[in-house]
Nanobody
Framework: QLQLVESGGGLVQPGGSLRLSCAASGFTLANYAIGWFRQAPGKEREGASCISGSGGSRNYADSVKGRFTISRDGAKNTVYLQMNSLKPEDTAVYYC?????????????????WGQGTQVTVSS
């Protein structure tokens, strides 16, 4: 069974940074494309970023491009999302998930095995 656990969320001031972690258990992350999604109150879940199984391909939503960086550490079986220059509109619960078919198209129906999420709040 594929299980993912997110961590690293918290409260940060606008302009600040956070690094989210997505740790896998029961499988090797390197074999799968992994996506980060977020859901703000009253809004639909939206894709933020995705990284291919090899790590050679990355995809970002326009709203986070240039501010967020996705990476993976095979030895730690973990995918990270470094978030810089955070804005209040980045406030959301952030989730990681496994791509069903290996694609990094940021559509939630193409992902499975969602983690429980980690809250990110950007506020002064």
């Amino acid at each position: 069974q594929l299980q993912l656990v997110e961590s690293g969320g918290g409260l940060v001031q606008p302009g600040g940074s956070l690094r989210l972690s997505c740790a896998a258990s029961g499988f090797t992350l390197a074999n799968y494309a992994i996506g980060w999604f977020r859901q703000a109150p009253g809004k639909e879940r939206e894709g933020a970023s995705c990284i291919s199984g090899s790590g050679g391909s990355r995809n970002y939503a326009d709203s986070v491009k240039g501010r967020f960086t996705i990476s993976r550490d095979g030895a730690k079986n973990t995918v990270y999302l470094q978030m810089n220059s955070l804005k209040p509109e980045d406030t959301a619960v952030y989730y990681c998930a496994v791509a069903r078919f290996g694609s990094c198209m940021l559509s939630s129906d193409l992902f499975r095995s969602w983690g429980q999420g980690t809250q990110v709040t950007v506020s002064s």
